[in-house]
């Protein structure tokens, strides 16, 4: 992972817009609070804890002290404005899965960051060990599913009523993975679609 990690902190260009792309630590644990506490609620629900929460914010900071997630921030202005999780437990039966979690602030979408951030988080996955890299959100982010999707991820599970919103309202969670033998295999024979 050594490689890829010495990418940071680094400035991209997408839309006619700079961003500045950096390895989240435990000292940015204030500006990661303030955009989670922006973003619309029901952006939220993908995520396994709710991020607009400071215990779940600094928990979040221990575990990549600890190794245990790999993140990444992009900021405007210096604030964040996006940000990836690549969580994985090593302790598991699934200890070669991670879970890649990306999320951009409502104003900036439209741009191409997040799929900047995945393209970022991809080798940082790998650089892991990681075989196989999930993600999941709710069955109308049509547009997140399509990136995703175009970086090799196809749909896995359709999870009913798995998550509950704070109006009560149930929502289903698309559960989608990237098999990353499979999907390297492909590309170095038919080529990478995204790149067409």
């Known amino acids: 992972m050594s490689d890829t990690a010495d990418r940071y902190p680094r400035d991209v260009a997408c839309g006619g ?4 792309l950096t390895r989240m630590t435990a000292a940015d644990q204030n500006g990661v609070l303030a955009f989670a506490c922006a973003l619309p609620k029901h952006d939220l629900l993908f995520m396994r ?3 607009s929460h400071p215990k779940v914010v600094a928990a979040w900071a221990q575990a990549i002290t600890a190794g245990q997630i790999v993140s990444l921030l992009a900021r405007s202005d210096g604030a964040v404005v996006g940000c990836t999780a690549i969580v994985r437990d090593e302790l598991s039966w699934s200890s070669h899965v991670g879970e890649l979690r990306v999320i951009v602030s409502p104003a900036i979408r439209g ?4 799929r900047v ?3 970022e ?10 075989r196989k890299i999930v993600t999941q959100m709710t069955t109308d982010q049509v547009a997140a599913i399509s990136v ?3 970086f090799g991820f196809s749909g896995e599970a359709l999870l009913r009523d798995h998550v509950v919103d ?4 149930l929502h289903d969670i698309a559960l989608l993975s990237h098999d990353v033998a499979r999907v390297q295999a492909q590309r170095d024979a038919y080529g990478d679609p995204a790149e067409t």
């Open 17 to 20: 817009t700079s961003f500045r």
């Open 49 to 51: 804890r709710d991020i």
């Open 111 to 114: 741009h191409g960051l997040g």
């Open 117 to 119: 951030l995945i393209a």
């Open 121 to 130: 988080s991809m080798p940082l996955a790998i650089g892991m060990g990681l």
């Open 148 to 150: 995703f999707a175009s």
């Open 166 to 169: 704070a109006a009560g309202a």
